[in-house]
């Protein structure tokens, strides 16, 4: 979202604000309706997957593992084999979602159309798409899928493959090695016109995650060819907002319409990778929280931003902040401060080492030296007891309580006087 009118010296940051959500729970339908995933949900979602072959949904069917857990498995067949010798279709998934059972927000996950059929893992780099609708009634549905797309050359390397992406733990990839190992993605398939695409199937709120895999062969090849596409959708349908002034001042110049309920890609992101010496990688962590963060950034917008599908144009209301420009600190004065900070360290260096003890240290530190010598402890100061009201150590005064005045014979280091004194002094060498 480039400014085409930014000032250098100023800073451009999106309006966004407050929302309040009018639907937090999603069920799931597969194909045209065909097959439901309940949820208890106050909208649904629709995923259709690949459109480049005709399902015969008298053979398909869906297994609910649980509350909004489900594998659904698509017998298909293409009409004509389009593709080129050693090229596969990629999978491309449709997600809409629809609102109070009229109202619908569509977007399109961005893949390749073909792909080679050596490719192994990565078909693509990762891509995160986003939309935003305005419904009729008011409300705002805020739209985002992620897509990975990967291949598999044959059902053994499944497995290997599909763990290197995303580990071993992932509830679908492991769900989808059923599906493999037991033969229902690849040992239906007669000819090079047949498709097998089974999906697995979860919705957590407003989440939907699920994972395609088609089985075809290759003209000419008896060994199947698997690819899929991992999917990370996320809707917020959010209550209805006043739209932002200068928003609706552009819409009225330029005659836009805000309540479409039907949109494509409003905007695409392609997550690319961390390259290294030696090889390339994905995070791929950061990669599946991207549609949920994307997606929340999105609703925060709200109505300070609409797209113009007429120019493919997207108008942002912006908050601006001035850029202070700082001051350059001049050579001659930092190098004076190094200097002065290296002068100083020197000069406590020297004074640590040529300086006597008992100049450098505190009286507690010498008194309590002095009592350790007392008592046999060593030359360690030790830790004592003091009063400092009274000036004692242990009982014992530091400083006279007489007053020097009354005799001239005063000595200079008190003495410690024996048991029956009245005055008992500690003797230290000052």
């Known amino acids: 979202m480039a400014n085409p009118r930014a000032s250098p010296t100023k800073r451009y940051q999106p309006q966004v604000s407050d929302y309040e959500v009018a639907c937090d729970r999603l069920n799931v339908r597969v194909y045209d309706r065909s097959f439901f995933l309940p949820n208890d949900g106050c909208a649904t979602f629709d995923i259709y997957p690949s459109s480049n072959f005709d399902v015969n949904t008298t053979t398909s069917y869906i297994i609910q593992i649980s509350k909004g857990r489900a594998k659904v498995v698509l017998p298909s067949r293409t009409e004509v084999d389009e593709t080129s010798p050693g090229m596969l279709i990629d999978t491309i998934i449709l997600t809409r979602v629809e609102y109070e059972d009229q109202y619908n927000c569509t977007t399109l996950d961005f893949a ?61 990839i492991l769900a989808m090695q059923e599906s493999v190992n037991n033969g229902t993605l690849t040992d239906l398939l007669v000819d090079e016109l047949d498709r097998m695409a089974v999906m697995e199937a979860k919705v957590v709120g407003t989440q939907v995650t699920t994972l395609i895999c088609i089985g075809s062969k290759q003209p000419g090849s008896v060994v199947p060819q698997i690819n899929c596409a991992y999917t990370i959708a996320n809707t917020l349908i959010t209550k209805p907002r006043p739209l932002n002034p200068d928003i609706a001042q552009i819409v009225s110049n330029k005659n ?12 695409t992101l392609t997550h ?25 950034y999105l609703a925060n917008l709200g109505q300070n931003v609409i797209m113009d599908w007429d120019s493919s144009t997207i108008f942002v209301a912006y908050d601006t902040f001035d850029i202070v420009e700082g001051y350059d600190v001049p050579g001659w004065v930092f190098f004076l401060m190094c200097a002065t900070v290296i002068v100083c360290l020197l000069f406590c260096a020297v004074t640590e080492w040529r300086v006597e003890g008992r100049y450098k240290r505190s009286l507690y530190w ?39 005045r009354d005799s001239e014979n005063e000595p200079a280091v008190y003495e410690q006087s024996g048991p029956g004194s009245q005055d008992p002094l500690l003797a230290v060498a000052l």
């Open 112 to 172: 390749n159309n073909l792909f080679n059929a050596t490719r192994v893992a990565f078909i693509a780099s990762p891509s995160t798409v986003l939309t935003k609708c305005q419904l009729p009634s008011g409300e705002l549905v805020s739209l985002s899928a992620t897509g990975i797309h990967f291949s598999v050359p044959n059902r053994q390397m499944f497995y290997s493959i599909a763990t290197s992406i995303f580990g071993d733990q992932d509830e679908l």
């Open 256 to 267: 836009l319409s805000t309540d479409s309920p039907m949109a494509s890609i409003m905007m």
């Open 272 to 296: 690319l990778p961390l390259v290294s010496e030696s090889t390339s990688s994905y995070a791929l962590s950061k990669i599946l929280n991207a549609s949920a963060i994307a997606v929340t």
């Open 366 to 404: 010498l008194v309590s030296k002095s009592l350790s010598r007392t008592e046999g402890n060593g030359d360690l100061p030790l830790l004592y007891p003091f009063d400092p009201e009274t000036l004692e150590f242990c009982g014992r005064r530091i400083v006279s309580t007489k007053d020097p």
